[in-house]
Structure formats: C-alpha cells, structure tokens
C-alpha cells in the first residue's frame, strides 16, 4: 500500500471468512490514510461446487459489513476484473466507484443446491443496471452477464483489452478527487433517488459549507 493507491486482491474461489477478515484490514488501512490513496481492488474467481460447506450466516454477516466498510471508505475506489467473477470477486467489484472488465469475461451468479445465491450482489444488480432481462436471467436462472451486457447495462464502465492501461488512465482521472468530500458525495448520490428534495436539502447545504470552510482556510494560508 502507498499514498498513490491501496490494492487488493478478491479470489471469489476463497473462504468467505477469509477474505472478509482481509477486507476489513484493508479498510482499516485505507481509513488511516485519511483520503491519501486511490482504492484498487483487483477481482478474479468464481466459486467452486459445494462452496457453501459450512459456511453460517454469522460469516456471511461479517462479509457484508466489511463490503460495506469498503463501499464508504473515504477514498475512489476502482475494481478491476481480470478474469470471470462470481461469490465475493462479484461483491466486490459491484461496490466499487469505478469498473473495468477485461474482455471476454462474465460475471457469474453464485449457484448453490440448484439455486441462484440470494445475496446482497443480486440487490445491487437490480439497483444499479439499465439491462433488466440480463439481470433477470441471472437472478432466476444464473446466466452468467457477459462483458458486452455489463458494459451495456452499466454494470462496469468500461471493457478493455489492457486492463492495465485502463487502470492507469482512471487513477489519473480519480487521483484528484479522492478523499473524504468524494465520500460524502457518494452518499448523496445514493441518497437521491429515495430521500425527498426537503430532506436532502440541509445535507446538502452542509456539504457546500464544508467544502467553502475548506476553501476559505485554503486561501488564508
């Protein structure tokens, strides 16, 4: 981890406790820079047969927290899939500000017991994508979403065949921006398709304040 950018890697084939032990350390890190990095996660990995042996919904709690720890960080986050992603590597990567898919990959829903895995990955998919029956169909019958229907549902940003290209010019363009004021407004752009316009007015005038009190301190020194 540097002061230019924090990485991570997500294996969607891993024990669930394990990578949500990893995810919450990480965050930890990445809070502790105060906004000095750009967030990095690299997301590869589905599942393999029976991988919910013994897994208990205390664990798939922890996973779910520590995502949300990682959805909030004070920092921009770019996800970057190198290869398929399902389980956790789907998670990830659905959380993110900012995705890049490698072409030819697909985004694959957790199969388990002859059932599409009911987790958190299918709500984000149903809020966040313009491509209602690709979402569907992997929902009710686990058809994987192919890059092209990622890209076209606005599941990730872009498609690339140099990921690592790509990578470069979006921590070029995210370097600025990231911090603390990105996170708040993160969750004002989350918060504006549920929250009515007199309710989301005073938290948005506190944003303003924030950033002209910053600005002003800025000009004095």
Do not use: K
Not at 18 to 44: I, Q, T
Not at 47 to 56: F, I, T, Y
Not at 104 to 113: A, K, M, Q
Not at 144 to 153: C, D, H, V, Y
Request: glycine residues 8%; hydrophobic residues 50%.
């Amino acid at each position: 981890m540097t002061t230019d950018g924090a990485v991570l890697r997500i294996d969607g084939s891993r024990p669930w406790a394990e990578s949500a032990a990893e995810l919450a350390e990480f965050c930890g890190r990445v809070e502790d820079l105060a906004g000095a990095a750009v967030v990095v996660v690299r997301v590869s990995g589905v599942p393999d047969p029976g991988w919910s042996a013994g897994l208990v919904t205390a664990q798939i709690s922890r996973w779910e927290r520590a995502l949300r720890r990682l959805e909030r960080v004070p920092a921009a986050t770019i996800a970057v899939a190198d290869a398929d992603c399902g389980g956790t590597a789907l998670d990830a990567l659905l959380v993110a500000d900012h995705r890049i898919a490698a072409s030819g990959i697909r985004l694959v829903p957790s199969v388990e017991d002859g059932s599409v895995w009911p987790g958190m990955a299918l709500y984000r998919l149903a809020q966040q994508t313009g491509n209602a029956r690709a979402v569907r169909r992997a929902v009710l019958f686990g058809e994987p979403l192919t890059a092209p229907e990622s890209l076209a549902g606005q599941v990730v940003d872009e498609v690339a065949d140099d990921v690592d290209a790509a990578l470069a010019a979006a921590l070029e363009r995210a370097r600025p921006f990231s911090g603390p004021d990105l996170a708040i407004r993160r969750q004002l752009l989350a918060d504006a398709g549920t929250v009515a316009f007199e309710d989301a007015l005073g938290v948005h005038l506190a944003a303003c304040d924030r950033l002209l009190r910053r600005a002003a301190a800025g000009s004095v020194r």
